[in-house]
Protein backbone atom coordinates (compact mmCIF):
# COMPACT_ATOMS: atom_id res chain seq x y z
CA UNK A 1 0.00 0.00 0.00
CA UNK A 2 1.50 3.51 -0.78
CA UNK A 3 0.34 6.18 1.65
CA UNK A 4 0.29 9.40 0.63
CA UNK A 5 0.95 11.53 3.93
CA UNK A 6 0.90 15.21 5.64
CA UNK A 7 1.65 16.27 9.10
CA UNK A 8 -0.68 14.91 12.01
CA UNK A 9 -4.11 13.05 10.78
CA UNK A 10 -2.14 10.55 7.97
CA UNK A 11 0.74 9.99 10.56
CA UNK A 12 -1.91 8.83 13.29
CA UNK A 13 -3.17 6.37 10.94
CA UNK A 14 0.15 5.34 10.06
CA UNK A 15 0.40 4.05 13.69
CA UNK A 16 -2.32 1.60 13.32
CA UNK A 17 -0.97 0.64 9.53
CA UNK A 18 2.22 -0.42 11.34
CA UNK A 19 0.85 -3.17 13.43
CA UNK A 20 -1.59 -4.32 10.53
CA UNK A 21 0.90 -4.03 7.58
CA UNK A 22 3.89 -6.42 7.20
CA UNK A 23 6.67 -3.44 6.97
CA UNK A 24 7.27 -4.79 3.53
CA UNK A 25 3.75 -3.63 1.93
CA UNK A 26 4.11 -0.34 3.72
CA UNK A 27 5.25 2.68 1.50
CA UNK A 28 4.90 6.37 2.74
CA UNK A 29 5.28 9.06 0.71
CA UNK A 30 5.15 12.38 2.30
CA UNK A 31 5.02 16.17 1.46
CA UNK A 32 7.47 18.42 1.58
CA UNK A 33 5.87 21.98 0.77
CA UNK A 34 6.56 22.13 4.37
CA UNK A 35 10.30 22.47 4.35
CA UNK A 36 12.12 24.95 5.51
CA UNK A 37 15.88 26.11 6.44
CA UNK A 38 15.44 26.62 9.77
CA UNK A 39 18.82 27.61 11.83
CA UNK A 40 20.87 26.34 9.04
CA UNK A 41 19.25 22.95 8.50
CA UNK A 42 16.55 21.71 6.51
CA UNK A 43 13.30 20.91 8.84
CA UNK A 44 11.14 18.79 6.67
CA UNK A 45 8.11 18.66 9.10
CA UNK A 46 5.69 16.16 7.37
CA UNK A 47 8.36 14.06 6.52
CA UNK A 48 9.72 13.97 10.03
CA UNK A 49 6.67 13.01 11.87
CA UNK A 50 6.06 9.93 9.44
CA UNK A 51 9.91 9.13 10.40
CA UNK A 52 9.52 9.97 13.98
CA UNK A 53 6.01 8.28 13.63
CA UNK A 54 7.60 4.95 12.42
CA UNK A 55 10.31 4.92 14.63
CA UNK A 56 8.60 5.23 17.52
CA UNK A 57 9.94 8.41 18.76
CA UNK A 58 6.95 10.82 17.94
CA UNK A 59 5.60 13.00 20.61
CA UNK A 60 2.18 11.54 20.79
CA UNK A 61 1.15 14.77 22.55
CA UNK A 62 1.54 17.07 19.92
CA UNK A 63 2.32 15.02 16.62
CA UNK A 64 5.45 16.85 16.11
CA UNK A 65 9.29 16.70 17.38
CA UNK A 66 10.72 13.75 19.63
CA UNK A 67 9.00 12.35 22.61
CA UNK A 68 11.11 13.76 25.95
CA UNK A 69 13.16 16.20 23.60
CA UNK A 70 14.92 19.00 25.36
CA UNK A 71 14.87 22.08 24.05
CA UNK A 72 18.46 23.71 25.15
CA UNK A 73 19.46 25.27 21.77
CA UNK A 74 15.84 26.59 21.33
CA UNK A 75 15.32 28.32 24.68
CA UNK A 76 18.77 29.86 24.80
CA UNK A 77 17.87 31.34 21.24
CA UNK A 78 15.13 33.10 23.17
CA UNK A 79 16.68 34.12 25.95
CA UNK A 80 18.98 35.96 23.39
CA UNK A 81 16.39 37.37 21.59
CA UNK A 82 15.91 35.46 18.58
CA UNK A 83 12.40 33.76 17.49
CA UNK A 84 13.25 30.40 16.20
CA UNK A 85 10.24 29.89 14.30
CA UNK A 86 9.09 26.68 15.04
CA UNK A 87 10.40 24.97 18.37
CA UNK A 88 13.01 22.06 17.37
CA UNK A 89 14.12 20.16 20.24
CA UNK A 90 17.82 18.90 20.81
CA UNK A 91 17.63 15.30 19.15
CA UNK A 92 14.86 16.84 16.27
CA UNK A 93 17.69 19.34 15.71
CA UNK A 94 20.25 16.56 15.28
CA UNK A 95 18.24 14.70 12.87
CA UNK A 96 17.65 18.09 10.61
CA UNK A 97 21.69 18.35 11.00
CA UNK A 98 21.79 15.21 9.98
CA UNK A 99 19.79 15.29 6.65
CA UNK A 100 21.59 18.47 5.58
CA UNK A 101 24.78 17.66 6.04
CA UNK A 102 23.84 14.84 3.54
CA UNK A 103 22.17 17.17 1.29
CA UNK A 104 25.26 19.59 1.66
CA UNK A 105 27.46 17.08 0.90
CA UNK A 106 25.44 16.12 -2.53
CA UNK A 107 22.72 13.63 -1.93
CA UNK A 108 19.43 14.13 -2.39
CA UNK A 109 15.94 14.41 -0.28
CA UNK A 110 15.54 10.77 -1.21
CA UNK A 111 18.70 9.45 -0.69
CA UNK A 112 18.74 11.18 2.73
CA UNK A 113 15.72 10.17 3.65
CA UNK A 114 17.02 6.56 2.99
CA UNK A 115 20.08 7.43 5.09
CA UNK A 116 18.19 8.18 8.29
CA UNK A 117 15.09 5.53 7.83
CA UNK A 118 18.50 3.33 8.16
CA UNK A 119 19.75 4.75 11.40
CA UNK A 120 16.55 5.08 12.94
CA UNK A 121 15.80 1.09 12.20
CA UNK A 122 12.74 2.13 10.12
CA UNK A 123 11.75 -0.70 7.88
CA UNK A 124 9.08 0.71 6.38
CA UNK A 125 10.25 2.80 2.92
CA UNK A 126 9.42 6.09 3.39
CA UNK A 127 9.73 8.76 0.36
CA UNK A 128 9.87 12.51 0.06
CA UNK A 129 7.34 13.52 -3.15
CA UNK A 130 9.68 15.15 -4.69
CA UNK A 131 14.00 16.04 -4.26
CA UNK A 132 13.10 19.71 -5.98
CA UNK A 133 12.17 22.75 -3.67
CA UNK A 134 8.40 23.33 -3.38
CA UNK A 135 7.08 25.65 -0.99
CA UNK A 136 3.35 25.97 0.29
CA UNK A 137 2.92 30.04 -0.09
CA UNK A 138 -0.21 31.42 1.60
CA UNK A 139 -1.55 35.17 0.36
CA UNK A 140 -2.62 37.23 3.23
CA UNK A 141 -3.44 40.76 3.53
CA UNK A 142 0.02 41.11 5.65
CA UNK A 143 1.67 39.72 2.00
CA UNK A 144 2.72 36.56 1.07
CA UNK A 145 4.03 34.04 3.52
CA UNK A 146 5.84 30.72 3.76
CA UNK A 147 2.94 27.71 5.38
CA UNK A 148 5.16 27.59 8.66
CA UNK A 149 5.05 31.45 9.22
CA UNK A 150 1.16 31.52 8.59
CA UNK A 151 0.43 28.82 10.57
CA UNK A 152 3.23 28.34 13.47
CA UNK A 153 4.69 32.22 13.25
CA UNK A 154 1.24 33.82 12.81
CA UNK A 155 -1.07 31.37 14.18
CA UNK A 156 -2.88 30.47 11.23
CA UNK A 157 -5.00 33.96 11.96
CA UNK A 158 -4.40 35.95 8.83
CA UNK A 159 -6.99 35.98 6.19
CA UNK A 160 -5.92 33.52 3.11
CA UNK A 161 -6.39 34.94 0.02
CA UNK A 162 -4.19 32.77 -1.94
CA UNK A 163 -2.11 29.31 -1.40
CA UNK A 164 0.41 28.41 -4.59
CA UNK A 165 3.04 26.10 -4.50
CA UNK A 166 6.28 27.93 -5.30
CA UNK A 167 9.07 25.49 -7.10
CA UNK A 168 6.05 23.16 -8.60
CA UNK A 169 6.34 24.17 -11.78
CA UNK A 170 10.10 22.92 -11.75
CA UNK A 171 9.37 20.07 -9.73
CA UNK A 172 9.74 16.28 -10.48
CA UNK A 173 8.35 13.18 -8.51
CA UNK A 174 11.18 11.49 -6.69
CA UNK A 175 11.98 8.75 -8.89
CA UNK A 176 11.06 6.20 -5.99
CA UNK A 177 7.84 7.64 -5.89
CA UNK A 178 7.31 6.95 -9.37
CA UNK A 179 8.23 3.85 -9.68
CA UNK A 180 6.64 2.87 -6.53
CA UNK A 181 3.07 4.06 -8.58
CA UNK A 182 4.11 1.87 -11.60
CA UNK A 183 4.94 -0.89 -9.45
CA UNK A 184 1.25 -0.42 -7.63
CA UNK A 185 -0.16 -0.28 -11.09
CA UNK A 186 1.11 -3.65 -12.11
CA UNK A 187 0.47 -5.49 -8.71
CA UNK A 188 -2.99 -3.97 -8.32
CA UNK A 189 -2.02 -2.52 -5.06
CA UNK A 190 -3.89 0.44 -3.80
CA UNK A 191 -3.24 4.27 -2.82
CA UNK A 192 -4.18 5.18 0.15
CA UNK A 193 -4.67 9.06 0.89
CA UNK A 194 -4.68 10.26 4.84
CA UNK A 195 -6.93 12.21 6.80
CA UNK A 196 -4.43 15.31 5.53
CA UNK A 197 -5.05 18.59 4.31
CA UNK A 198 -6.16 18.17 0.82
CA UNK A 199 -4.86 21.50 -0.04
CA UNK A 200 -1.41 21.59 1.54
CA UNK A 201 -0.39 18.42 2.88
CA UNK A 202 -2.18 16.13 -0.29
CA UNK A 203 -2.33 18.91 -2.83
CA UNK A 204 0.99 19.17 -3.70
CA UNK A 205 1.97 15.80 -4.26
CA UNK A 206 -0.93 15.35 -6.46
CA UNK A 207 0.42 18.47 -8.48
CA UNK A 208 3.67 17.17 -9.22
CA UNK A 209 4.01 16.03 -12.88
CA UNK A 210 2.27 12.97 -13.73
CA UNK A 211 1.08 11.96 -10.40
CA UNK A 212 -2.66 12.40 -10.64
CA UNK A 213 -3.07 11.68 -14.42
CA UNK A 214 -0.98 8.47 -13.02
CA UNK A 215 -3.69 8.16 -10.46
CA UNK A 216 -6.92 8.70 -12.99
CA UNK A 217 -5.07 6.44 -15.79
CA UNK A 218 -7.64 4.09 -17.08
CA UNK A 219 -10.80 5.15 -15.33
CA UNK A 220 -13.70 6.34 -16.45
CA UNK A 221 -13.90 10.16 -16.93
CA UNK A 222 -15.91 11.52 -13.77
CA UNK A 223 -15.85 8.45 -12.20
CA UNK A 224 -16.34 9.06 -8.96
CA UNK A 225 -17.18 5.67 -8.72
CA UNK A 226 -14.17 4.03 -8.33
CA UNK A 227 -15.20 1.73 -11.88
CA UNK A 228 -12.73 1.50 -14.14
CA UNK A 229 -12.54 0.15 -18.13
CA UNK A 230 -12.35 -3.28 -18.41
CA UNK A 231 -9.14 -4.87 -18.91
CA UNK A 232 -6.76 -1.51 -18.32
CA UNK A 233 -5.20 -1.35 -15.36
CA UNK A 234 -5.35 1.28 -12.83
CA UNK A 235 -4.46 2.27 -9.96
CA UNK A 236 -7.61 2.18 -7.02
CA UNK A 237 -7.38 5.44 -4.91
CA UNK A 238 -8.95 5.16 -1.55
CA UNK A 239 -8.95 8.36 0.69
CA UNK A 240 -9.74 9.11 4.16
CA UNK A 241 -11.63 12.83 4.31
CA UNK A 242 -10.12 14.99 7.19
CA UNK A 243 -13.26 16.55 7.82
CA UNK A 244 -15.44 15.61 11.09
CA UNK A 245 -18.62 17.19 11.32
CA UNK A 246 -18.11 19.04 8.45
CA UNK A 247 -15.07 20.22 9.50
CA UNK A 248 -11.18 19.46 10.16
CA UNK A 249 -9.73 18.38 12.77
CA UNK A 250 -6.66 20.19 13.19
CA UNK A 251 -4.94 22.73 10.67
CA UNK A 252 -5.79 25.89 8.54
CA UNK A 253 -7.83 23.02 5.87
CA UNK A 254 -11.30 25.36 6.10
CA UNK A 255 -9.49 28.40 4.86
CA UNK A 256 -7.08 26.39 2.39
CA UNK A 257 -9.85 25.00 0.42
CA UNK A 258 -11.94 28.54 0.43
CA UNK A 259 -9.40 30.09 -0.89
CA UNK A 260 -9.46 27.79 -3.43
CA UNK A 261 -13.16 27.76 -4.25
CA UNK A 262 -14.29 24.36 -2.72
CA UNK A 263 -16.84 24.16 -0.20
CA UNK A 264 -15.47 22.82 3.13
CA UNK A 265 -17.25 19.65 2.56
CA UNK A 266 -16.71 16.13 1.66
CA UNK A 267 -17.46 16.57 -1.65
CA UNK A 268 -15.23 19.79 -1.76
CA UNK A 269 -12.46 17.05 -0.52
CA UNK A 270 -13.59 14.57 -3.27
CA UNK A 271 -13.52 17.29 -5.80
CA UNK A 272 -10.18 18.82 -4.88
CA UNK A 273 -8.47 15.65 -5.21
CA UNK A 274 -10.06 14.87 -8.06
CA UNK A 275 -8.34 11.47 -8.23
CA UNK A 276 -10.38 8.99 -5.59
CA UNK A 277 -12.62 6.02 -6.34
CA UNK A 278 -13.17 5.62 -2.74
CA UNK A 279 -13.62 8.31 0.19
CA UNK A 280 -14.01 7.43 3.79
CA UNK A 281 -16.20 9.75 5.33
CA UNK A 282 -17.09 10.52 9.00
CA UNK A 283 -20.63 8.53 9.68
CA UNK A 284 -22.74 11.93 9.88
CA UNK A 285 -21.33 12.50 6.14
CA UNK A 286 -24.03 13.47 3.50
CA UNK A 287 -21.18 12.83 1.05
CA UNK A 288 -23.33 10.82 -2.23
CA UNK A 289 -20.39 9.80 -4.00
CA UNK A 290 -18.89 6.00 -3.20
CA UNK A 291 -17.91 6.23 0.06
CA UNK A 292 -17.95 3.86 3.24
CA UNK A 293 -18.90 5.85 6.62
CA UNK A 294 -16.18 5.11 9.69
CA UNK A 295 -15.71 7.08 12.70
CA UNK A 296 -12.69 8.71 11.02
CA UNK A 297 -11.21 10.46 14.90
CA UNK A 298 -8.22 8.86 16.24
CA UNK A 299 -8.32 9.89 19.90
CA UNK A 300 -5.48 6.89 20.79
CA UNK A 301 -3.32 4.71 19.28
CA UNK A 302 -6.38 2.06 19.95
CA UNK A 303 -8.20 4.37 17.90
CA UNK A 304 -5.48 4.08 15.20
CA UNK A 305 -4.81 0.66 15.26
CA UNK A 306 -9.24 -0.18 14.59
CA UNK A 307 -9.04 2.48 11.59
CA UNK A 308 -6.12 1.21 10.04
CA UNK A 309 -7.94 -1.93 10.19
CA UNK A 310 -10.85 -1.12 9.03
CA UNK A 311 -9.52 0.42 6.00
CA UNK A 312 -7.05 -2.42 5.41
CA UNK A 313 -10.39 -4.68 5.69
CA UNK A 314 -12.11 -2.11 2.95
CA UNK A 315 -8.86 -2.29 0.82
CA UNK A 316 -8.92 -6.00 0.41
CA UNK A 317 -12.97 -6.44 -0.05
CA UNK A 318 -12.35 -3.71 -2.82
CA UNK A 319 -9.81 -5.56 -4.75
CA UNK A 320 -11.90 -8.77 -4.23
CA UNK A 321 -14.72 -6.69 -6.25
CA UNK A 322 -12.30 -5.12 -8.48
CA UNK A 323 -11.28 -8.64 -9.26
CA UNK A 324 -15.00 -9.77 -9.75
CA UNK A 325 -15.78 -6.78 -12.61
CA UNK B 1 44.42 48.47 25.85
CA UNK B 2 44.43 46.31 21.85
CA UNK B 3 44.42 42.58 22.72
CA UNK B 4 45.48 40.35 19.74
CA UNK B 5 43.87 37.30 21.12
CA UNK B 6 43.55 33.14 19.95
CA UNK B 7 42.15 30.78 21.68
CA UNK B 8 43.19 29.46 25.02
CA UNK B 9 46.05 31.45 26.76
CA UNK B 10 45.08 34.89 25.60
CA UNK B 11 41.17 34.28 26.98
CA UNK B 12 42.98 32.78 30.12
CA UNK B 13 45.00 36.41 30.80
CA UNK B 14 41.60 38.40 29.58
CA UNK B 15 39.92 37.01 32.84
CA UNK B 16 42.16 38.88 34.34
CA UNK B 17 42.56 42.29 32.45
CA UNK B 18 38.65 42.07 33.02
CA UNK B 19 38.98 42.77 36.65
CA UNK B 20 41.70 44.91 36.39
CA UNK B 21 40.96 47.54 33.38
CA UNK B 22 37.71 49.25 33.20
CA UNK B 23 35.48 47.67 30.45
CA UNK B 24 35.68 50.33 28.31
CA UNK B 25 39.71 50.32 28.24
CA UNK B 26 39.48 46.95 26.68
CA UNK B 27 39.29 46.20 23.14
CA UNK B 28 39.67 42.58 22.28
CA UNK B 29 40.76 41.56 18.22
CA UNK B 30 40.21 37.50 18.21
CA UNK B 31 41.65 35.29 15.18
CA UNK B 32 39.13 34.11 13.20
CA UNK B 33 41.12 31.92 10.84
CA UNK B 34 39.88 28.92 12.71
CA UNK B 35 36.21 29.62 12.10
CA UNK B 36 34.34 26.62 9.82
CA UNK B 37 30.67 26.24 8.98
CA UNK B 38 29.62 23.06 11.31
CA UNK B 39 26.58 21.63 10.74
CA UNK B 40 24.98 24.35 9.20
CA UNK B 41 26.26 26.94 11.34
CA UNK B 42 29.84 29.52 11.84
CA UNK B 43 31.78 28.48 14.53
CA UNK B 44 34.38 30.82 15.59
CA UNK B 45 36.15 28.78 18.25
CA UNK B 46 38.57 31.83 19.61
CA UNK B 47 35.97 34.30 18.74
CA UNK B 48 33.13 32.63 21.15
CA UNK B 49 36.03 31.72 23.41
CA UNK B 50 37.08 35.27 24.24
CA UNK B 51 33.04 36.11 23.86
CA UNK B 52 32.09 32.80 26.33
CA UNK B 53 35.29 34.27 28.91
CA UNK B 54 34.31 38.09 28.91
CA UNK B 55 30.46 37.01 29.86
CA UNK B 56 31.93 34.83 32.30
CA UNK B 57 30.22 31.67 30.76
CA UNK B 58 33.50 30.27 29.29
CA UNK B 59 34.07 26.51 30.71
CA UNK B 60 37.07 26.99 32.93
CA UNK B 61 38.33 22.88 32.33
CA UNK B 62 38.65 22.75 28.79
CA UNK B 63 38.70 27.07 27.41
CA UNK B 64 36.21 25.88 24.74
CA UNK B 65 32.41 25.82 24.78
CA UNK B 66 29.90 27.11 28.24
CA UNK B 67 30.20 25.81 31.02
CA UNK B 68 27.87 23.27 32.66
CA UNK B 69 26.04 23.09 28.93
CA UNK B 70 24.72 19.69 27.60
CA UNK B 71 25.39 17.85 24.18
CA UNK B 72 22.34 16.28 23.42
CA UNK B 73 22.30 17.50 19.82
CA UNK B 74 25.96 16.65 19.16
CA UNK B 75 25.86 13.23 21.22
CA UNK B 76 22.34 12.02 18.96
CA UNK B 77 23.96 13.21 15.90
CA UNK B 78 26.80 10.30 17.15
CA UNK B 79 24.35 7.81 17.72
CA UNK B 80 23.40 8.34 14.03
CA UNK B 81 26.90 7.09 13.00
CA UNK B 82 27.35 11.47 12.06
CA UNK B 83 30.85 12.55 13.60
CA UNK B 84 30.32 16.76 14.01
CA UNK B 85 33.47 17.81 14.16
CA UNK B 86 33.64 20.05 16.89
CA UNK B 87 31.84 18.66 20.11
CA UNK B 88 29.27 21.49 20.39
CA UNK B 89 27.30 22.11 23.69
CA UNK B 90 23.20 22.90 22.73
CA UNK B 91 23.93 26.14 24.38
CA UNK B 92 27.21 26.79 22.29
CA UNK B 93 25.39 25.73 18.77
CA UNK B 94 22.59 28.60 20.16
CA UNK B 95 25.44 31.38 20.01
CA UNK B 96 26.44 30.08 16.39
CA UNK B 97 22.42 29.78 15.37
CA UNK B 98 22.18 33.68 16.35
CA UNK B 99 25.18 34.63 14.54
CA UNK B 100 24.99 32.60 11.23
CA UNK B 101 21.10 33.94 11.27
CA UNK B 102 22.55 37.67 11.23
CA UNK B 103 25.31 36.79 8.75
CA UNK B 104 22.42 35.15 6.52
CA UNK B 105 20.51 38.25 6.60
CA UNK B 106 23.26 40.11 5.36
CA UNK B 107 25.19 41.08 8.74
CA UNK B 108 28.66 41.37 9.11
CA UNK B 109 30.54 39.17 11.77
CA UNK B 110 31.75 42.87 13.25
CA UNK B 111 28.09 43.34 13.38
CA UNK B 112 26.60 39.78 14.57
CA UNK B 113 29.67 39.92 17.14
CA UNK B 114 28.71 43.20 18.37
CA UNK B 115 24.45 42.10 18.74
CA UNK B 116 25.99 38.80 20.42
CA UNK B 117 28.34 41.51 22.96
CA UNK B 118 25.05 43.37 23.41
CA UNK B 119 22.62 40.37 24.67
CA UNK B 120 25.50 38.11 26.17
CA UNK B 121 25.91 41.58 28.40
CA UNK B 122 29.17 41.77 27.41
CA UNK B 123 30.42 46.00 27.69
CA UNK B 124 34.21 45.50 26.68
CA UNK B 125 34.99 45.33 22.76
CA UNK B 126 35.28 42.24 20.73
CA UNK B 127 36.05 42.88 17.12
CA UNK B 128 36.78 39.95 14.91
CA UNK B 129 40.19 40.36 13.12
CA UNK B 130 38.15 40.53 9.59
CA UNK B 131 34.72 40.22 8.18
CA UNK B 132 36.14 38.26 5.01
CA UNK B 133 36.49 34.29 5.47
CA UNK B 134 40.18 33.22 5.99
CA UNK B 135 41.02 29.82 6.82
CA UNK B 136 44.40 28.53 8.30
CA UNK B 137 44.98 25.20 6.96
CA UNK B 138 47.33 22.77 7.02
CA UNK B 139 49.80 20.93 4.53
CA UNK B 140 50.16 17.31 6.07
CA UNK B 141 51.28 13.96 3.96
CA UNK B 142 47.36 13.38 4.51
CA UNK B 143 46.96 16.23 1.89
CA UNK B 144 45.62 19.51 3.07
CA UNK B 145 43.28 20.18 5.48
CA UNK B 146 41.62 23.22 7.87
CA UNK B 147 43.38 23.40 10.87
CA UNK B 148 40.07 22.44 12.87
CA UNK B 149 40.28 19.37 11.16
CA UNK B 150 44.14 18.51 11.45
CA UNK B 151 43.44 19.59 15.38
CA UNK B 152 40.40 18.30 16.72
CA UNK B 153 39.94 15.52 13.46
CA UNK B 154 43.47 13.95 13.79
CA UNK B 155 44.68 15.21 17.22
CA UNK B 156 47.41 17.16 15.60
CA UNK B 157 49.21 14.43 15.13
CA UNK B 158 49.85 14.21 11.36
CA UNK B 159 53.59 15.87 10.00
CA UNK B 160 53.36 19.74 9.63
CA UNK B 161 54.91 20.46 5.68
CA UNK B 162 53.59 23.48 5.59
CA UNK B 163 51.11 26.23 7.28
CA UNK B 164 48.97 28.95 4.79
CA UNK B 165 46.01 31.51 5.36
CA UNK B 166 43.87 30.61 2.72
CA UNK B 167 41.97 33.30 1.44
CA UNK B 168 44.10 36.27 3.35
CA UNK B 169 44.62 37.75 -0.36
CA UNK B 170 40.97 39.08 -0.61
CA UNK B 171 40.68 40.15 2.95
CA UNK B 172 40.74 43.07 4.49
CA UNK B 173 40.95 44.05 9.23
CA UNK B 174 37.86 44.80 10.13
CA UNK B 175 37.09 48.80 9.70
CA UNK B 176 36.75 48.91 13.16
CA UNK B 177 40.11 46.82 14.40
CA UNK B 178 41.63 49.57 11.98
CA UNK B 179 40.02 52.31 13.33
CA UNK B 180 40.45 51.01 17.04
CA UNK B 181 44.70 50.58 15.80
CA UNK B 182 44.41 54.65 14.26
CA UNK B 183 43.16 55.48 17.85
CA UNK B 184 45.48 53.81 19.90
CA UNK B 185 48.57 55.56 17.84
CA UNK B 186 46.92 58.56 18.67
CA UNK B 187 46.36 58.14 22.04
CA UNK B 188 49.44 56.08 23.08
CA UNK B 189 47.54 52.92 23.74
CA UNK B 190 49.38 49.75 23.61
CA UNK B 191 48.81 46.84 21.55
CA UNK B 192 49.17 43.59 23.73
CA UNK B 193 49.78 40.09 22.05
CA UNK B 194 48.54 37.67 24.04
CA UNK B 195 50.01 34.09 24.70
CA UNK B 196 48.53 32.79 21.65
CA UNK B 197 49.98 30.27 19.08
CA UNK B 198 52.07 33.09 16.79
CA UNK B 199 51.46 31.27 13.76
CA UNK B 200 47.76 30.10 13.56
CA UNK B 201 46.25 32.47 16.19
CA UNK B 202 48.23 35.66 15.77
CA UNK B 203 49.87 35.03 12.41
CA UNK B 204 46.58 35.75 10.73
CA UNK B 205 46.12 38.71 12.58
CA UNK B 206 49.17 40.41 11.65
CA UNK B 207 49.04 38.73 8.09
CA UNK B 208 46.06 40.84 7.03
CA UNK B 209 46.66 43.68 4.74
CA UNK B 210 48.20 46.78 6.56
CA UNK B 211 48.66 45.42 10.20
CA UNK B 212 52.14 44.83 10.68
CA UNK B 213 53.07 47.89 8.69
CA UNK B 214 50.70 49.49 11.24
CA UNK B 215 52.25 48.29 14.09
CA UNK B 216 55.74 48.82 13.18
CA UNK B 217 55.11 52.43 11.68
CA UNK B 218 57.43 55.11 13.19
CA UNK B 219 59.87 52.40 14.46
CA UNK B 220 63.53 52.11 13.88
CA UNK B 221 64.77 49.22 11.29
CA UNK B 222 65.21 46.29 13.13
CA UNK B 223 63.67 47.47 16.38
CA UNK B 224 63.79 44.65 18.63
CA UNK B 225 63.95 47.71 21.16
CA UNK B 226 60.81 49.11 21.34
CA UNK B 227 62.08 52.78 20.94
CA UNK B 228 61.21 55.15 18.43
CA UNK B 229 62.33 58.04 16.12
CA UNK B 230 61.75 61.02 17.80
CA UNK B 231 58.60 62.60 17.55
CA UNK B 232 56.35 60.49 15.29
CA UNK B 233 53.59 59.01 16.75
CA UNK B 234 53.61 54.80 17.08
CA UNK B 235 52.52 52.05 18.56
CA UNK B 236 53.69 49.76 21.37
CA UNK B 237 53.60 45.97 21.12
CA UNK B 238 53.94 43.94 24.09
CA UNK B 239 53.88 40.62 23.23
CA UNK B 240 53.72 37.47 26.24
CA UNK B 241 55.41 34.79 24.88
CA UNK B 242 53.10 31.49 24.68
CA UNK B 243 56.46 29.37 25.66
CA UNK B 244 57.62 28.09 28.64
CA UNK B 245 60.39 26.46 29.20
CA UNK B 246 61.00 26.33 25.59
CA UNK B 247 57.64 24.88 24.67
CA UNK B 248 54.38 25.77 24.23
CA UNK B 249 51.41 25.23 26.52
CA UNK B 250 49.31 23.64 24.71
CA UNK B 251 48.34 23.83 20.62
CA UNK B 252 50.53 23.27 18.02
CA UNK B 253 53.34 26.12 18.13
CA UNK B 254 56.03 23.97 18.09
CA UNK B 255 54.70 21.79 14.94
CA UNK B 256 53.62 25.20 13.01
CA UNK B 257 57.08 27.09 13.91
CA UNK B 258 59.48 24.51 12.69
CA UNK B 259 57.36 24.67 9.16
CA UNK B 260 57.36 28.37 8.76
CA UNK B 261 61.23 27.92 9.39
CA UNK B 262 61.80 29.87 13.19
CA UNK B 263 62.97 27.75 15.76
CA UNK B 264 60.80 27.06 18.91
CA UNK B 265 62.46 29.56 21.03
CA UNK B 266 61.49 33.21 22.62
CA UNK B 267 63.36 34.93 20.12
CA UNK B 268 61.66 32.20 17.29
CA UNK B 269 58.22 33.91 18.85
CA UNK B 270 59.90 37.82 18.61
CA UNK B 271 61.11 36.97 15.07
CA UNK B 272 58.07 35.56 13.62
CA UNK B 273 55.92 38.46 15.41
CA UNK B 274 57.82 40.88 13.67
CA UNK B 275 56.34 43.95 15.40
CA UNK B 276 57.45 43.74 18.99
CA UNK B 277 58.51 46.06 21.25
CA UNK B 278 58.75 44.03 24.53
CA UNK B 279 58.44 40.67 25.33
CA UNK B 280 57.49 38.92 28.40
CA UNK B 281 58.94 35.93 28.58
CA UNK B 282 58.70 33.18 31.45
CA UNK B 283 61.77 33.61 33.97
CA UNK B 284 64.38 30.49 32.55
CA UNK B 285 63.90 32.19 29.05
CA UNK B 286 67.46 33.08 27.13
CA UNK B 287 65.44 35.79 25.47
CA UNK B 288 68.10 38.44 24.62
CA UNK B 289 65.91 40.97 23.27
CA UNK B 290 64.21 43.60 25.27
CA UNK B 291 62.30 41.76 27.58
CA UNK B 292 60.16 41.13 31.03
CA UNK B 293 61.06 37.77 33.11
CA UNK B 294 57.36 36.71 34.51
CA UNK B 295 56.01 33.75 35.51
CA UNK B 296 53.32 33.50 32.67
CA UNK B 297 51.60 30.29 33.46
CA UNK B 298 48.18 30.32 34.32
CA UNK B 299 46.74 27.61 36.21
CA UNK B 300 43.31 29.45 37.87
CA UNK B 301 42.25 32.76 38.33
CA UNK B 302 44.67 33.91 40.42
CA UNK B 303 47.26 33.54 38.01
CA UNK B 304 45.45 35.18 35.76
CA UNK B 305 44.94 38.25 37.73
CA UNK B 306 48.13 38.22 39.16
CA UNK B 307 49.40 38.20 35.54
CA UNK B 308 46.93 40.83 34.35
CA UNK B 309 48.17 43.13 36.79
CA UNK B 310 51.72 42.68 36.40
CA UNK B 311 51.68 43.08 32.77
CA UNK B 312 49.52 46.55 32.82
CA UNK B 313 51.98 47.49 35.59
CA UNK B 314 54.21 47.01 33.17
CA UNK B 315 52.37 48.77 30.53
CA UNK B 316 51.97 51.76 32.56
CA UNK B 317 55.66 51.96 33.44
CA UNK B 318 56.69 51.76 29.38
CA UNK B 319 53.92 54.72 28.84
CA UNK B 320 56.54 56.79 31.26
CA UNK B 321 59.28 55.53 30.11
CA UNK B 322 58.26 56.17 26.78
CA UNK B 323 56.88 60.05 27.65
CA UNK B 324 60.34 60.65 28.81
CA UNK B 325 62.44 59.39 25.66
Same mark, same amino acid.
Given at each position: ?17 ? %? ?17 ? *????? #? ?11 ? !? ?6 ? =? !? ?71 ? *? ?16 ? !? ?33 ? *? ?24 ? @? ?13 ? %? %????? *? ?20 ? =? ?6 ? !? ?11 ? #? ?9 ? #? ?30 ? @??
Amino acid at each position: MIVLSGGTGTPKLLLGLK %KVLPWSELTVVANTADDLW *VSGNL #VSPDLDTVLYTLA !GMIDRSKW =W !GIEDDSFETHDFLSRLGFRELLAIGDIDRAVHIFRSELLREGLTLSMATERLCKVLKIEEKVLPMTDDPVSTM *VSTPEGEMHLQEFWVGRG !GRPEVKAVRFRGMEDAHPALEFLAALEKAKEDGEP *VLIGPSNPVSSIGPILALRGIRNLLN @EGKRKRSGEGKGEKG %K %KKIRV *VAISPLVGGKPLSGPAAKFMRA =WGYPVSDQ !GVADLLGCVDLLV #VSPESDYQGHS #VRLDTVMRDEEDSLRLAEEIVKILDEETETEA @ET
